[in-house]
Every structure is written in structure tokens, then in C-alpha cells.
């Protein structure tokens, strides 16, 4: 099992350019999760699905829209970046309640 | 709303005993949970705490007090592998997790 995978692993983009992070995992789990952790900082929860075909917004959901896209796979779009952006981006799944963490996308935005 | 309160950091000696505390005001609490994240690294799951009590997983113990709103990760016998920062998050109603500031341990020789 491959677990929670994330991609792209680096990313740097311009003010106001797009992009999609892509998360997928193979563990059967129900919930999906993006956080953002800033340096030196804990993680905030961005979205979050409790299932297929549901998402709703966690505590910093401003300039992110998600995609539940089946039972594996959960996207996370940024539709204008901005320097604030600039954070290291990470997707989780969980089955009962026990979170399992990507290995993150570092994205800076310049 | 939710707070979680840590020490940013803590140092220790290889071989000795390291707690962590955590301390958390909230709503709708079903648990505590410890994640431990290298630097660069993700998180990964340590332990859970539903009820009062310890739990022990080999050298790492976490205990819960939820009349107190506290809860601690203790280390023992510890290794210089266990340089890392140790995040507490309380679990709320869905499984969403809340995450503390995160504690940074330095292990020395």
C-alpha cells in the first residue's frame, strides 16, 4: 500500500497564476483532509470531506476550492495564488477517527 | 471557539525521560490525539486518548485528564531519532482534528 500520496511534491507559481494539488489514497478510508502548515506553525485545516461526494470548509478556506473525486482521490484548487498562499500543503485520510498524512506539497508563491 | 496550549520547545539527554503537556479549551471533545513530525517530514499518528488514563505504545505513554482539559506525551529512554516536533490535537464531532502550535524536542548526546 502506497498509503497517501500527493503531488506535485514542489511547486512555485506567480501572483494570480492557478493550480490543482492532487491527493489520493489506498487505504478504503471515508474522510479526507487539506491542511496548510506554515513554518513553525501547527497544521489548519482547510476542507475536508466526510465521504464521497460531500466537502465542507474547515477553518482557513479563503482563496481554495476542493474536489471529492471518488472514494480515493480529493483535490485542492487554488484559483488566483497569492504570496499568503505560500505554505506547505498537506492531504490525510481517516477511517475512524486516526488521521494518515501525505508527505506534503511545498508550494511558494511569488 | 478552540485553543490547545504546548511548550514550543523542550531539550533532553539522550537515555533520559521527556513529558510534553498540552493543555486545551474546546467544545464537543472526543479525544486527544499525538502526532510527531521530523523536520520536512509529515505528520504521523503516535497515540489516542478517549478516556482518562495511560496508554502505552513501547517508549512513548500519553495520558488524558478531560476534568482538567489535559493531556501529556511522555518519552522514554530517548533517542537521538526522537529529535522532532510533537503536535497535540483534540478530535471534535466528524474526526476533525485541531492541532496545537506543536513542541519541538531536541534530543543531545
Known amino acids: 500500500n502506497a498509503g497517501v500520496t500527493q503531488t506535485p511534491k514542489f511547486q512555485v507559481l506567480k501572483t494570480g497564476q492557478s493550480m490543482t494539488l492532487q491527493c489520493a489514497q489506498d487505504?478504503?478510508?471515508?474522510?479526507m483532509y487539506w491542511y496548510r502548515q506554515d513554518p513553525g506553525m501547527g497544521l489548519r485545516l482547510i476542507y475536508y470531506?466526510?465521504?464521497?461526494?460531500?466537502?465542507d470548509k474547515g477553518e482557513v478556506p479563503n482563496g481554495y476550492n476542493v474536489s471529492r473525486l471518488n472514494k480515493r482521490e480529493f483535490s485542492l484548487r487554488l484559483e488566483s495564488a497569492a504570496p499568503s498562499q505560500t505554505s506547505v500543503y498537506f492531504c490525510?485520510?481517516?477511517?475512524?477517527?486516526?488521521?494518515?498524512f501525505g508527505p506534503g506539497t511545498r508550494l511558494t508563491v511569488t | 471557539g478552540q485553543s490547545l496550549e504546548q511548550p514550543s520547545e523542550v531539550t533532553a539527554v539522550e537515555g533520559a525521560i521527556v513529558q510534553i503537556n498540552c493543555t486545551y479549551q474546546?467544545?464537543?471533545?472526543?479525544?486527544l490525539s499525538w502526532y510527531q513530525q521530523h523536520d520536512g517530514g509529515a505528520p504521523t499518528f503516535l497515540s489516542y486518548n478517549a478516556l482518562d488514563g495511560l496508554e502505552e505504545t513501547g517508549r512513548f505513554s500519553s495520558f488524558l485528564s478531560r476534568s482538567d482539559s489535559y493531556g501529556y506525551l511522555l518519552l522514554q529512554e530517548l533517542q537521538m531519532k526522537d529529535s522532532a516536533s510533537y503536535f497535540c490535537a483534540v478530535r471534535n464531532a466528524g474526526n476533525m482534528l485541531t492541532f496545537g502550535g506543536g513542541t519541538r524536542l531536541m534530543v543531545k548526546p
Open positions: 470531506s466526510a465521504s464521497e461526494g460531500t466537502t
Open positions: 490525510a485520510s481517516s477511517l475512524q477517527g486516526d488521521q494518515y
Open positions: 474546546t467544545s464537543g471533545f472526543y479525544g
Open positions: 487505504m478504503n478510508h471515508n474522510s
